[in-house]
């Protein structure tokens, strides 16, 4: 079955930076484009970034635009996300989608605070 196992969380400084990773199996990840999204306290689950199953093409949500950049290592099966200038509106659960949008298979996802 699809197992999507997020990493790289944790609590970053205004202006600081993360990356988190998402390693996939049961599936032909090199087959799928794959998404990340987010989920803020209180707020509905945000496509944030996607990215197409050979990496020709992204997309990313205006907020994030220029400061987070989506990968992927198909070698590897696994999924990246590097977040820089972080802002305290980042903070949210963070999920790993197969596909492109929020509609798949979601993994439980790692959490990321931004706090001074």
């Known amino acids: 079955q699809v197992q999507l196992v997020e990493s790289g969380g944790g609590l970053a400084q205004p202006g600081g930076s993360l990356r988190l990773s998402c390693a996939a199996s049961g599936f032909t990840f090199s087959n799928y484009a794959m998404s990340w999204a987010r989920q803020a306290p209180g707020k509905g689950l945000e496509w944030i970034s996607g990215?197409?199953?050979?990496?020709?093409?992204?997309y990313y949500r205006d907020s994030v635009k220029g400061r987070f950049t989506i990968s992927r290592d198909n070698a590897k099966n696994t999924l990246y996300l590097q977040m820089n200038s972080l802002k305290p509106e980042d903070t949210a659960l963070y999920l790993c989608?197969?596909?492109?949008?929020?509609?798949?298979?979601w993994g439980q996802g790692t959490q990321v605070t931004v706090s001074s």
């Open positions: 990215i197409y199953s050979d990496g020709s093409d992204t």
């Open positions: 989608v197969q596909g492109w949008g929020t509609a798949g298979t």
